[in-house]
């Protein structure tokens, strides 16, 4: 708990330290990237335990965060590699509800196992900013 705390001090330090434009951008990326994680980690669980409309739920949301993380670096903080790397992570999002609705559980998991594998290939490089 103290080290959450102390890493969620530290990212709102980097936001505020940053330019007046784009301090909450950076912020929202920051929170973008916690829920990420998190859902990554909650569709995983949800399909393990056959709990379908949730790792829907869950895959949607990870779609439309993904979707905001490739706008973020199309528009705020221009990385072609990363908006290929978030575009992926959109599509493995969005293939979860699809692969389900077919009654292919294995394929769920295997795209909800994919979003999770690619989390370091952005956050290297990315997180904290260079």
């Known amino acids: 708990m103290k080290a959450r705390l102390a890493i969620a001090s530290l990212v709102v330090a980097a936001g505020l ?3 007046l434009g784009q301090a909450a951008t950076r912020l929202d990326f ?9 859902k990554s980690v909650s569709v995983q669980k949800h ?11 869950d895959a949607r949301a990870l779609q439309q965060l ?5 706008a973020y670096f199309e528009r ?10 978030s575009r992926d ?7 979860i509800p699809v692969h389900l ?7 769920a998991a295997q795209a909800a196992r994919a979003i999770a594998l690619a989390c370091n290939d952005c956050h ?3 997180k904290p900013f260079p």
Not at 77 to 85: E, G, L, N, R
Not at 89 to 95: F, L, S, V
């Open 66 to 70: 993904y979707a905001d993380m490739a």
């Open 17 to 19: 330290a940053a330019p």
């Open 76 to 85: 705020d903080y221009p990385a072609a590699d990363a908006v290929a790397i």
């Open 47 to 57: 399909l393990a335990a056959g709990r379908q409309p949730e790792a829907v739920a």
């Open 30 to 38: 920051s929170v973008w990237m916690r829920a990420i994680d998190n």
């Open 101 to 107: 609705a077919a009654g292919d559980a294995a394929g």
């Open 124 to 126: 290297d490089p990315y």
């Open 89 to 95: 992570g959109e599509r493995h999002a969005a293939a």
